[in-house]
């Protein structure tokens, strides 16, 4: 089993930044695929970004040149950097893991952009 578990959410002003770290422990192989999902009141859930145990990176086009991902193999985890954040940013942000035909989700952790 795998648990994963987000810290860094919170309250920011439009044009702030905010840094989210994701976790994992438990059962993970070394080839696995991490990211983050968002899901805002009313809409669906949405991939926000994702990075392989390669470094290989995707982004959902709202977010290219403000979030990065990035990870560290060695403690199983994963970062966003935000930046430049928008209302139409916040979100609860889920931490995803993906190995071997699974997929590991997250409590969630609420990001909120207002003034």
């Known amino acids: 089993q795998v648990q994963l578990v987000e810290s860094g959410g919170g309250l920011v002003q439009p044009g702030g930044s905010l840094r989210l770290s994701c976790a994992a422990s438990?059962?993970?192989?070394?080839?696995?695929?991490m990211g983050w999902y968002r899901q805002a009141p009313g809409k669906e859930r949405e991939l926000v970004a994702t990075?392989?145990?390669?470094?290989?990176?995707e982004y959902a086009d709202s977010v290219k040149g403000r979030f990065t991902i990035s990870r560290d193999n060695a403690k199983n985890t994963v970062y966003l950097q935000m930046a430049s954040l928008k209302p139409e940013d916040t979100a609860v942000y889920y931490c995803?893991?993906?190995?071997?035909?699974?997929?590991?989700w997250g409590q969630g952790t609420q990001v909120t952009v207002s003034s």
């Open positions: 995803t893991l993906y190995q071997r035909g699974s997929t590991y």
């Open positions: 990075i392989t145990t390669y470094g290989f990176t």
């Open positions: 438990g059962s993970i192989f070394s080839i696995n695929t």
